[in-house]
């Protein structure tokens, strides 16, 4: 299976329902981490689809979303404060 | 003047006061992207400013911070759809 990537989403929808279809949406992708972002362990063909899947729900004039990749560096630099707990490693077939 | 770093911080705070509060905070370090993400370059120094200015303004219990570091890499893989640009490159002194 292709090698999976850590990825950090996060989004402003201000349409209530849009914003509810969204979050279920991520969910197939990712952990719902807060309010409006998730983490996600994606392999390059799950990172297309998604992005593929938030443009048809998105309207582009309204919401916006951001995407973040972090390498192994990064993740290690991750720094979490209060409840929940900071972006586990995926035990297998990580890029570092 | 020592290097800057790119970082994103995001919270989910449970009480609006202290949410108006980290806001106002937020603002001397950074920029607001979205309802509670900051988009931050920051030296060492300021760093540990910033996470010691919110941990006083927070309540570990009930809210929660997640800082993310981002190296040149992971921002020229930051993707961004709908309104607003991505992560601009800090033209003087940045670690790559």
Chains 1, 2 share one sequence.
């Not at 362990?41 to 998105?58: D, I, R, V």
């Amino acid at each position: 299976m292709a090698k999976r990537q850590f990825y950090i989403v996060s989004y402003d929808i201000s349409d209530e329902k849009r914003l509810r279809e969204i979050h279920k949406f991520m969910k197939d992708f990712g952990e719902w981490k807060q309010k409006s972002v998730f983490e996600c362990w994606l392999t390059p063909e799950a990172y297309e689809n998604m992005k593929a899947g938030l443009k048809k729900l998105f309207k582009p004039r309204e919401d916006r979303v951001r995407i973040y990749r972090l390498c192994k560096t990064c993740r290690e630099r991750a720094f979490s404060y209060g409840w929940g707990e900071l972006p586990e490693e995926f035990e297998e077939d990580v890029i570092l």
